[in-house]
């Protein structure tokens, strides 16, 4: 038997659907993942191969063409974190806010973690430009980068127990100094995002030297390693997945199953992660239909973290109804003119954003023909 105090709901009622919440959280929560797969897997792939690239080989130049792209996909997990970070606190306030406050000093170290990861990045992508080695910087960035991780796992996993956050609270006098230790979820969705990460990171390195301008001895380093790396990890990642199912207590595990946004999301995890998995394995066989296999490998892995994140956010759920906590059971006074402008802006900015994205590659291909 546990004991523990929720916080009192916010009585401001909620200006939309909770359903409308959830599908922006997840939506947004997706594209986040993408981004923090693609930074994690490929600071890891790039700055190994810079540390064993020798001058002028392919390892090194495809290092070197990785690293430039980072500082970019940096720009996006931030900006695709900070959306699903104010959805879940509406949704999930009186968790997610006290579990936040409980590792108080580790929360706010967020924001120096990226400052000085973000740094290096640049300092690594500046160095790559002239040709200079920079996996020293690549580590440092990486130890940093994953330790944000560490932090996000284990706020994502605190807030599911408030059983633990009062002990937690006073041993640590309020401070906010104290890891939680002892959840048996935290490690493999760690490790899920961290390690698995090097799956759809395999698979971007294999569009990268597909579709950007490269030396033929280039090219094809990034695609054959770059489809091998996938092939490993996915198998990993899955692993890692069906660890994260078997974590869960029995309630959970007996809700997924009965849950449809649980059950689809991991039928959809499952079929698109084999999926992302046997394109992988072509693309390495074969290079006559290689843009192609990659290519479905490239959507495979948007989908089945599509499916990952649907099976999460059920967990979720799931976790905190087990202590009492319904987030369906809001009041809800919809402002439909507030919420149409929100939609109207969103699906702009969206539209902005791939605009962006397709700019800076032809303006980038233009600089290099022009180099
Ligand atoms: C390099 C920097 C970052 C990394 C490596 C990172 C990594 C992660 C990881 C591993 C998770 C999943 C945790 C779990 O459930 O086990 C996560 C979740 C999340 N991250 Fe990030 N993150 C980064 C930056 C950010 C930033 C800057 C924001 C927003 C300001 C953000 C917002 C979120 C949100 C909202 C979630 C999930 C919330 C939910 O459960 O609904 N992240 N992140």
Avoid: C
Avoid at 80 to 92: D, E, N, W
Avoid at 182 to 211: K, Q, Y
């Amino acid at each position: 038997m546990y004991l523990f105090f929720l916080p009192n709901v916010d009585p401001i009622p909620l200006p939309a659907p909770v359903w409308l919440f959830k599908v922006l959280h997840i939506v947004t929560l997706m594209l986040h993942f993408v981004a923090v797969q693609l930074i994690l897997g490929g600071l890891t792939i790039g700055t190994l191969w810079n540390f064993f690239g020798k001058e002028d080989s392919p390892m090194r130049e495809a290092s070197n063409s990785i690293v430039k792209k980072l500082p970019t996909v940096m720009t996006y997990v931030i900006n695709f974190g900070v959306p699903p970070l104010l959805f879940a606190q509406v949704l999930y306030g009186q968790a997610l806010y006290t579990s936040s406050v409980v590792i108080g000093a580790y929360w706010i170290a967020v924001i120096f973690l990226l400052i000085a990861g973000y740094y290096l990045l640049y300092r690594a992508a500046d160095r790559a430009n002239e040709n200079k080695s920079w996996w020293w910087l690549g580590i440092i960035s990486l130890i940093l980068l994953a330790y944000v991780a560490r932090i996000y796992s284990t706020n994502m996993t605190l807030m599911l127990r408030p059983e633990e956050w009062l002990s937690l609270y006073q041993q640590s006098s309020g401070a906010g100094t104290i890891m939680p230790k002892g959840d048996p979820t935290t490690l493999p969705r760690f490790l899920f995002m961290t390690v698995g990460s090097l799956g759809l990171a395999g698979i971007s390195t294999t569009l990268l030297g597909l579709f950007f301008n490269h030396t033929e001895k280039v090219k094809d380093y990034m695609v054959r390693v770059g489809a091998a790396l996938a092939t490993v990890f996915l198998v990993l990642q899955m692993l890692f997945g069906y660890w994260v199912y078997a974590a869960q207590p029995e309630i959970v595990k007996e809700g997924l199953m009965n849950s449809p946004v649980g059950f689809y999301g991991m039928i959809i995890w499952g079929i698109f992660s084999v999926a992302a998995l046997l394109t992988s394995v072509l693309t390495f066989v074969s290079r006559s239909a290689a843009k192609i296999t990659a290519s479905v490998a490239g959507l495979s892995g948007i989908l089945m973290t599509a499916g990952a994140v649907l099976a999460r956010d059920a967990i979720r759920d799931l976790s905190l109804l087990a202590k009492n906590f319904d987030v369906w059971n809001r009041n809800v006074v919809a402002n439909w003119s507030v919420v149409s402008i929100f939609l109207v802006l969103f699906v702009a900015a969206l539209i902005l954003i791939a605009f962006l994205l397709i700019a800076v590659n032809r303006s980038m291909k233009e600089v290099k023909q022009n180099a």
